[in-house]
T-cell receptor
Framework: DGGITQSPKYLFRKEGQNVTLSCEQN?????MYWYRQDPGQGLRLIYYSQIVNDFQKGDIAEGYSVSREKKESFPLTVTSAQKNPTAFYLCASSRRTTSGGADTQYFGPGTRLTVL | QKEVEQDPGPLSVPEGAIVSLNCTYSNSAFQYFMWYRQYSRKGPELLMYTYSSGNKEDGRFTAQVDKSSKYISLFIRDSQPSDSATYLCAMSISGNTGKLIFGQGTTLQVKP
């Protein structure tokens, strides 16, 4: 079964702690993305990576960090610097387009992070 | 002003109704337009993908793009209770890295 997995499904964090959210895909996609979803605000891009060992900041990268050491994995760390981390976090992947167009993004099931 | 505007609803319709969901956008460079469906506490799934202007039909779903008006629509015919979900529009600029800009989503409830 090809797809994207995210773990854990639910995560609780105390204030001041860093936590890492896992995202793995077996679709052989080059590009991977992290989004944050808050009620009534749609999806906002945190970080994205078009290729291994390379990634770029999205619109709301402050307080987050990522790594891309393997093609199939793109973990997101929510640091203590993130002021309001409680949200639903979604990982996505897509083929890397060579023609310059936008290819379909496939999403994982999400991780719900709650700060206690 | 947000780049992509979408009425959050909620929109409530009886089973069998035709549903119209819409997004407006401000950036005329957008070339690729998508509609995603998201059930509660799940990840979004792609419903429709269109390039530039025109219509695209897939079963009960029709996506429409009017670039001159900067307006896109998703029509659902013969709506079913299983269509109850949040519908997100998304769009991208040609030549971009693949970054998508999302609307905030419209919550739809189809009542039996």
């Amino acid at each position: 079964d090809g797809g994207i997995t995210q773990s854990p499904k639910y995560l609780f964090r105390k204030e001041g702690q860093n936590v890492t959210l896992s995202c793995e895909q077996n679709l052989n996609h080059d590009a991977m993305y992290w989004y944050r979803q808050d009620p009534g605000q749609g999806l906002r891009l945190i970080y994205y990576s078009q290729i291994v060992n390379d990634f770029q900041k999205g619109d709301i990268a402050e307080g987050y960090s990522v790594s891309r050491e393997k093609k199939e994995s793109f973990p997101l760390t929510v640091t203590s610097a993130q002021k309001n981390p409680t949200a639903f976090y979604l990982c996505a992947s897509s083929r890397r387009t060579t023609s310059g167009g936008a290819d379909t993004q496939y999403f994982g099931p999400g991780t719900r992070l709650t700060v206690l | 002003q947000k780049e992509v505007e979408q009425d959050p609803g909620p929109l409530s319709v009886p089973e069998g109704a035709i549903v119209s969901l819409n997004c407006t956008y401000s950036n005329s460079a957008f070339q690729y337009f998508m509609w995603y469906r998201q059930y509660s506490r799940k990840g979004p799934e792609l419903l429709m993908y269109t390039y530039s202007s025109g219509n695209k039909e897939d079963g009960r779903f029709t996506a429409q793009v009017d670039k001159s008006s900067k307006y896109i629509s998703l029509f659902i015919r013969d709506s079913q209770p299983s269509d109850s979900a949040t519908y997100l529009c998304a769009m991208s600029i040609s030549g971009n890295t693949g970054k998508l800009i999302f609307g905030q989503g419209t919550t739809l409830q189809v009542k039996p």
